[in-house]
């Protein structure tokens, strides 16, 4: 079936640096896009969104970039911090018969070094 | 600001036992999404409620039920427990007249079925 998948399951960066985590969609029908943040032990928690009529979104230290041609999805987390070390999932919804499911990617582990 | 309220946080069960979990969504959000992640894995939809009726269904097993009631809440009925339910219940809410794609999580209920 359709899946939202990642390319990389680990990450590990040092502190101050930049870091960029890939997702790959195969369903050509998403339309709505989300990152999710989820620590160990925790619910994930909404990061940023961006809908398939856009191509770049910028929040507060994160940008959200989708290429539709490739079915790419990225987060971009400027000055990452150790408090940023959790994992990241992709995640989308293609509103029509799966009214506001949601289908995640695999996620990928940060791990942020002093 | 409020979040999804989820109880409760653990839960221990013997197989064929049943359980229920409660989900209180965020106030004025009338749409319930439940989900289930078992170890290292992402999150897979299993039922979605709106204004009291089944919106959406996934994976979930015959043996487990759902509902939202008047107050917008929800609960998910588990019953025959199988060692291979034992995982972490996540409860969304969303508002279906304002971003309504836009999914907020509880913080998990950890089931574990011995």
């Known amino acids: 079936g359709e899946s939202v998948g990642l390319h990389l399951p680990t990450l590990s960066v040092q502190e101050g640096d930049n870091s960029i985590i890939n997702c790959a969609y195969s369903?050509?029908?998403?339309?709505?896009f989300i990152w999710y943040k989820q620590e160990s032990g925790k619910g994930p928690q909404f990061i940023i969104d961006?809908?398939?009529?856009?191509d770049k979104r910028q929040g507060q230290r994160v940008t959200v970039l989708l290429n539709k041609t490739v079915k790419h999805l990225s987060l971009q987390i400027a000055a990452t911090q150790p408090g940023d070390s959790a994992v990241y999932f992709c995640?989308?919804?293609?509103?029509?018969?799966?009214?506001?499911?949601?289908?995640f990617g695999q996620g990928t582990i940060l791990t942020v070094h002093p | 600001a409020a979040g999804v309220i989820q109880s409760p946080r653990h839960l221990i069960k013997e197989k064929r036992e049943t359980a229920t979990l409660k989900c209180y969504p965020i106030?004025?959000?009338?749409?319930v999404y439940w989900y289930q992640q078992g170890p290292g894995q992402d999150p897979q939809f299993l039922i979605s409620?709106?204004?009291?009726?089944?919106?959406d269904k996934g994976s979930i097993p015959d043996r487990f039920s759902a509902q939202q009631f008047s107050d917008y809440h929800s609960e998910l009925n588990m019953s025959s427990l199988e060692l291979g339910d034992s995982a972490l219940y996540f409860c969304?809410?969303?508002?279906?007249?304002?971003?309504?794609?836009?999914?907020?999580f509880g913080p998990g209920t950890r089931l574990l079925v011995l």
């Open positions: 969304a809410s969303s508002a279906s007249e304002r971003d309504w794609e836009t999914q907020y």
């Open positions: 369903n050509s029908a998403s339309d709505y």
């Open positions: 961006i809908r398939s009529n856009m």
């Open positions: 995640a989308e919804t293609s509103g029509g018969t799966s009214y506001g499911k949601l289908t």
């Open positions: 106030p004025r959000h009338d749409t």
């Open positions: 409620f709106y204004e009291k009726m089944q919106s």
